[in-house]
């Protein structure tokens, strides 16, 4: 399994990006962005089930960013829109055969990881 991210890179506040995540090898129940910033721990960002029937976010990125996938592609996406600078962080999308709904925020549920992909946001 694979997962290879893009679409990272710098923007003005309140500019907007669009990071995609390519998937190889298999597909997963859900999908999930997440983001570390220097000096600071990974956090989660955004998870969507494959029917897109469920989906979560950060509470900070609400109406901000949106997440979407492709199962004919087997790709997932964020729309990252009103970006800010506290956005800035390098984002990693991820997988796991594992998770389910309620752990479907938290990082170790994760078998399978991007290689990151680094967005600026500047003031």
């Known amino acids: 399994v694979q997962l290879q991210a893009s679409g990272g890179g710098l923007v003005q506040a309140g500019g907007s990006l669009r990071l995609s995540c390519a998937i190889s090898g298999r597909t997963f129940r859900y999908m999930a962005w997440f983001r570390q910033a220097p000096g600071k721990e990974r956090e989660f960002v955004a998870t969507?089930?494959?029917?897109?029937?469920?989906?979560h976010y950060l509470d900070s990125v609400k109406g901000r960013l949106t997440v979407s996938r492709d199962n004919t592609k087997n790709t997932v996406a964020l729309q990252m829109d009103s970006l800010k600078p506290e956005d800035s962080a390098v984002y990693y999308c991820?997988?796991?055969?594992?998770?389910?709904?309620?752990?479907?925020?938290?990082?170790?549920?994760?078998?399978?990881w991007g290689q990151g992909t680094l967005v600026t946001v500047s003031s």
């Open positions: 991820a997988a796991g055969a594992g998770v389910i709904l309620s752990n479907s925020a938290s990082a170790s549920a994760y078998d399978y």
């Open positions: 969507i089930s494959r029917s897109g029937a469920s989906i």
